[in-house]
């Protein structure tokens, strides 16, 4: 079953890489009111027969607002690009990636994920681009209200 998140994260990450990615203009704004930050360490195994992998790790949200996405570290190497996404959970450890909710990010103090979520159950997604020559260990906050 991860192998159709694997797949579906890889389409929405090459969907957003080819419209642009990411927000860049400097507009990312930090969740307001009570923040509740949830940290999740893993590791994305290596490719199976050339199919990236990924970790998923769920999460909910008691209050609709803002949400933060941040990919604190990866490595090895600590510069590698992953990809980083937020769903909605399904049956099998299967997370179907929100509209707009996935991009490309290496390493850094800076979400690079953010948006607005309705109170309820959703999974935080970091998976293997197809760059990794070994597993990727990563710390992964998700920051919302």
Known sequence: MKLLTALGLALVIA??????????TGNISAP???????TFNGTVPLPVAGVPQ??????????A?????TLVTAGPPPTITMGLAIGNPGAGGICSIISGGSTQAVA????????TLAAGAYCVVVGDLGNALQPITY???????
């Open 15 to 24: 969907a957003a890489a080819a419209c642009g990615g990411a927000d860049t």
């Open 32 to 38: 307001t009111g009570t923040v509740v930050v949830d």
């Open 54 to 63: 990924v970790d998923v790790h769920p999460f909910n949200v008691a209050v």
């Open 65 to 69: 607002g803002t949400v933060s996405v």
């Open 108 to 115: 850094s103090s800076t979400a690079q994920l953010t948006g």
């Open 139 to 145: 710390t992964v906050t998700v920051a919302h209200t």
